[in-house]
């Protein structure tokens, strides 16, 4: 039960707070420029927006992607 809470715990901490949504919106900021609009919403689209429907995904499918 521990490793298992383990594993999805270190997977979350991957899929949210991995480098490149550390090190990616500084950078994304400063080089847009005039664009800093669009440019933070297709980062909050695909920084924040797909890791949430992958949850809600796995949610709603617990045993995986097996087809046996």
Do not use: R
């Not at 715990?9 to 994304?28: D, E, K, Q, T, V």
């Amino acid at each position: 039960m521990f490793k298992h809470g383990l594993q999805i715990g270190l997977l979350l901490f991957g899929m949210f707070f991995g480098a490149g949504n550390l090190i990616f919106p500084p950078s994304l900021g400063f080089i847009s420029g005039g664009m800093f609009a669009p440019a933070i919403l297709g980062f909050l689209l695909s920084g924040i927006g797909m890791p949430v429907i992958a949850l809600i995904i796995g949610t709603f499918n617990p045993g995986g992607f097996a087809y046996v």
